[in-house]
């Protein structure tokens, strides 16, 4: 069955510092990934997206994260966080063939950013 | 700005009263959908639409009742609802008329509903 995870919970990081949150799936082939954020009270919002193609992917916000096949992993990484990005963050799969509609989304990552 | 709207933003319902969610997106994709999200979760899917007809049912109790009535518009209907229905209600709407399923979903500020 089609799983995605992420490993942390909850991240904290001082503003200015660097960030990486982790996200690794479990699927036959390679999914179409994305990266979703959203802030409290909110809805999700599209960060970035890898469908095919050069494996670093630029995003909004100044994000990017990096496909990794040998890992099956996409992780999201920002070289400098600022306050704004405390949000919740949601790596998410969809099948790369078929067209069943449904999004698999991870159980999400809680970033705190301390002044 | 999101180009998807959700109304209303809050709602407090009784246990037997009817109501319903709307969502509008004017985009012109194909296929809509509504998640339930409870706090610190991740969405749950409940419905997709795609071109006007109920395409997923997540196994949802009848209680919630969804209508495509067009390509642009999408309501939940709500009735004898339990407490543990109050979540974040969101709504979602994805590609283009031409073109595949990629996953790629817009959302709306979703409806934060109570039940009690």
């Known amino acids: 069955a089609q799983s995605v995870t992420q490993p942390d919970i909850h991240i904290t990081v001082s503003e200015g510092a660097s960030l990486e949150l982790r996200c690794n799936y479990s699927?036959?082939?390679?999914?179409?990934l994305f990266w979703y954020v959203q802030s409290p009270g909110q809805g999700l919002q599209l960060l970035l997206k890898y469908f095919s193609g050069d494996t670093l992917v630029q995003g909004i916000k100044g994000f990017e994260a990096e496909f990794k096949r040998s890992q099956s992993s996409f992780n999201l990484r920002k070289p400098s966080v600022h306050w704004s990005d405390a949000a919740e963050y949601f790596c998410a799969v969809a099948p790369g063939s078929g067209n069943t509609g449904k999004l698999i989304f991870g159980q999400g990552t809680t970033l705190q950013v301390k002044p | 700005d999101t180009e998807v709207t959700q109304t209303p933003k809050h709602l407090v319902m009784g246990m037997t009263n009817k109501k319903s969610l709307k969502c509008e997106q004017h985009m012109g994709h194909r296929a809509m959908y509504w998640y339930k999200q409870k706090a610190k979760k991740p969405p749950e899917l409940m419905f997709v639409y795609s071109y006007e007809k109920l395409s997923i049912n997540e196994s949802v109790p009848s209680r919630f009742s969804p209508e495509c009535p067009n390509s642009s518009l999408l309501n939940l209907h709500l009735h004898a609802l339990q407490p543990e229905d109050s979540a974040l209600y969101l709504c979602?709407?994805?590609?283009?008329?031409?073109?595949?399923?990629?996953?790629?979903?817009?959302f709306g500020e979703g409806s934060r509903l109570t039940v009690l």
């Open positions: 699927y036959g082939a390679t999914p179409y």
């Open positions: 979602a709407s994805s590609q283009s008329r031409a073109g595949p399923f990629t996953g790629e979903l817009f």
